[in-house]
Each structure stands twice: as C-alpha cells, then as structure tokens.
C-alpha cells in the first residue's frame, strides 16, 4: 500500500488542524494505521493508531483529549484532528499501515509509510 499524508501547515497555538492520509488500494481496509511525528533532533515517536474497523483506537498521553484519530474506509484515508495546538506538538508528520489490523504503538510493526506532513505551531 502507498500512503500520501497532506494537510500541514502552519497554526498558531490553541489552533487546529486536520492531517490526511490516503492510501491506494484495495486492502486499505484490512491494515490498522498510526500517526507518528518527528521534531528536528529528536527520535520518531507514537502519536495516534486505530484498527482497521475503527472500532480501537489509542494514543499517547501527550495528545488525549486534544487529538483525534479516525477513518473511512470507503475513501482509503485515515484522519488525525488536532485541536489545542501547542508549540511541542511541531513536528513532521507520518502516517503508516500495519498489516495485522491493529491499532499499535509500537513504529516497527509497521510496513509501510507516508511522505510526512510538516506542522509548525507558533507561539
């Protein structure tokens, strides 16, 4: 599967915004898919999974209650809703897909990745 991540931009603190993933073919539905992010100088780190039926998702403590996961499978794209937006949350943007389905944290048990989308928050 090939993913296309879009939708970065620049916000300001307290702002939202609202990344896209989309995905070519057929089997976009049968894959769990996480957003990760990287800031410069730092490590590539978990930001948001969801199942492959949407039905479980998770994400980390960083981002609860301001990020939102979500999909629709009849479209092969998958969401994160970003909302409080602080100046930690900059950072480069990744989308990936797991072939097993879940929603996990863990970056290695996913096969394939997106571009990355840039999210810069201002102060």
């Known amino acids: 599967v090939q993913l296309q991540a879009s939708g970065g931009g620049l ?8 990344v896209s993933c989309a995905a070519s073919g ?18 590539r780190e978990f930001v948001a999974a969801i199942s492959w039926s949407g039905l479980s998702t998770y994400d ?22 970003m909302n409080d937006l602080k100046p930690e949350d ?15 944290p863990n970056l290695y048990e996913y096969e394939f990745w997106g571009q990355g989308t840039l999210v810069t928050v201002s102060s």
Do not use: H
């Open 11 to 18: 916000v300001q603190a307290g702002g939202s915004l609202r």
């Open 90 to 104: 900059t950072a480069v943007y990744y989308c990936a897909a797991e072939a097993g389905g879940r929603a996990t």
């Open 26 to 43: 057929r089997t976009f539905s049968t894959y769990g898919m996480g957003w990760f992010r990287q800031a410069p100088g730092k490590e």
């Open 60 to 81: 980390t403590d960083s981002v609860k209650g301001r990020f939102t996961i979500s999909r629709d499978n009849a479209k092969n794209t998958v969401y994160l809703q």
